[in-house]
């Protein structure tokens, strides 16, 4: 069940022993997703255009999952800070208590 929430097949521990964000999120939410953002994303979805034969073909791209609710406590990253504030390095929703909650 947790690696069919995670966006990718993965192990729950990583090389350094330090724990993936799918087990982080399991053991806070319940859930093993791969991500901290609030709910879920589709990244590099194309839009539709018409095809030779006159139909609509377009990609879904994929599906990423966040913090589908409110979670009873949050998670601080360090990460959240590096970058710049147009474009940090990791975002981290407000149903984590994120920085923009």
């Known amino acids: 069940m947790v690696q069919r929430d995670a966006d990718f097949p993965c192990s729950l521990i990583l090389p350094n022993g330090y724990c993936a964000q799918e087990l982080v999120n399991l053991l806070l939410i319940g859930r ?16 539709p255009q018409k095809g030779g034969d006159g ?22 990253t360090l990460f959240e800070k590096q970058g710049s504030d147009a474009m940090p390095l990791l975002e981290v929703g407000s149903r984590y208590g994120g920085a923009h909650s």
Do not use: I, K, M
Not at 56 to 76: C, K, T
């Open 32 to 47: 093993g997703h791969s991500n901290v953002f609030d709910g879920e994303r589709s990244v590099g979805a194309a839009s």
């Open 55 to 76: 139909e609509e073909e377009g990609s879904e791209g994929v599906r990423l999952r966040g913090v589908p609710r409110r979670a009873l406590v949050g998670f601080l």
